[in-house]
């Protein structure tokens, strides 16, 4: 089969057997004979769709069950809004870390919330480098906010330093992409459609320890303890959305996440070789 690529900005491409099955799958989904955008959201078929994209994320991850993982809408900006929503606190302070278009975008959303601090930037040389790591956060820091590779600039983090206050992750860009220490973080997630799917979506993955300090009044669907009270089904959700997610972690599981890395570092090097 031949197919067109779309190199602008947006989607990434989905591997073809994953858009192969997904097409079959929308027709009629496994012994069910039902169309998968169908499926009944509370019913047993989309409950193991969800439990095996869990299993999944915690085994690619290397996190346990101390992490809940959560499906939810909105892609990545909606995670922008989620994370001030659900944790600063008229008293706490969100810190961000600006090292590119997606931070600086994730820190504007946090202003509609409450107070928020820029601890490091790079804006001043454009964003062609990574800040250095903040030496000091102020005081009653709810969270630290990190995009791990900004898209737009190419600046990714590898090795963190120790923080002193939860560590929050955008990986949007990056999640599942190379090997990395997830478990530093209280709070990870990414917009579904580069690495994990289709657009529309996200996946977070919290520490209970932090789930525990999230703000109560909070409308459900927004809430990060509502979504993990009634996993990820808090309204009708996005089956179809899930179900992609969860045959791109079988192919990420199938590929293996060396030869990913592998193959994106080759990649890397064959575009830039030729810019
Ligand atoms: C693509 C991207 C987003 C935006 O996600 P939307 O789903 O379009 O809101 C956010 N953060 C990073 C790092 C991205 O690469």
Known sequence: MTRKTNFGA????????????????TISYGHTGLPLPELEHRGAPFAAILEECNALMRELCQIDNDYEVLWLHGGGRQQFCMVP???????????????GYWAH????????????????????????????WPATLPPNTAYLHLTTNNTIYGTQWHTLPAATAPLVADMSSDILSRQHNYRQYALFYAAAQKNLGLSGMAVAVIHRDMLAKANKNVPPLLSYAA?????????????????????????????????????????????????
């Open 10 to 25: 947006g989607p990434a491409t989905l591997p073809t057997e994953v858009l192969q099955q997904l097409a079959a799958a």
């Open 85 to 99: 929503m659900n944790f600063l606190t008229p008293d706490t302070t969100a810190a961000y870390i600006d090292s």
């Open 105 to 132: 975008e994730a820190m504007q959303y946090a202003a509609y919330y409450g107070q928020s601090a820029t601890v490091a930037s790079s804006a001043h040389t454009a964003y062609d480098r990574l800040p250095e």
């Open 227 to 275: 979504q993990a009270r009634e996993k990820s089904v808090v309204n009708t959700a996005n089956i179809t959305g899930v179900y992609a997610s969860l045959l791109m972690l079988r192919w990420t599981k199938e590929r293996g996440i060396d030869a990913i890395e592998a193959e994106n570092a080759q990649k890397a090097d064959l575009l830039y070789n030729h810019l």
